[in-house]
């Protein structure tokens, strides 16, 4: 799909307030709002935009920890790493997982109330999951710049 300036307009909207009303979306990116329901509906069918979420303070929510946590595994390309994968996906604490180049093969992002509670985690859930040969954690001190608007000015085809 080539994205012209409209949708990039239309995107970078959505992202600052994705509860926009169709109305004010199509008059802050200059169209109507039919043409604006259109091009919205297409970047959804697109996989362009792939859902609607609301931003939660962590804090707020009693999760003041956040981990960073580098995981190497026994053997990057088999059937334990596949497992680890696998694994991953059902453990509520961990909100992303990216498979990374470098000394390890996974790097995870943990949110949990505090410093117990990721002992727990560590010890009777992450150093149990399959095929885990070492994992280092790495404590945030403070959030500098926290996950926002995506980029969206160099793009021209997605």
Do not use: W
Not at 20 to 27: E, G, K, M, T
Not at 34 to 63: F, K, N, Q, T
Not at 107 to 121: H, I, K, T
């Amino acid at each position: 799909m080539i994205l012209d300036d409209l949708d990039r307009r239309i995107l970078a909207a959505l992202q600052a307030d994705a509860r926009i009303s169709n109305v004010d979306l199509a008059a802050r990116v200059g169209l109507s709002p039919s043409p604006c329901l259109r091009r919205v509906r297409l970047l959804e069918e697109a996989g362009v935009i792939a859902g609607y979420h609301a931003s939660l303070d962590r804090a707020a929510l009693g999760l003041g920890l956040l981990v960073f946590v580098s995981v190497k595994v026994e053997r990057h390309h088999d059937s334990g790493a596949d497992a680890f994968r696998q694994a991953v996906q059902d453990l509520a604490e961990v909100v992303s997982c990216h498979l990374v180049s470098g000394e390890a093969d996974f790097l995870l992002q943990v949110m949990l109330p505090d410093l117990p509670a990721y002992e727990r985690f560590l010890l009777e859930t992450l150093l149990k999951l399959p095929g885990v040969k070492d994992i280092r954690s790495n404590f945030a001190i403070a959030t500098v710049k926290a996950p926002a608007a995506l980029p969206l000015g160099h793009l021209s085809r997605v």
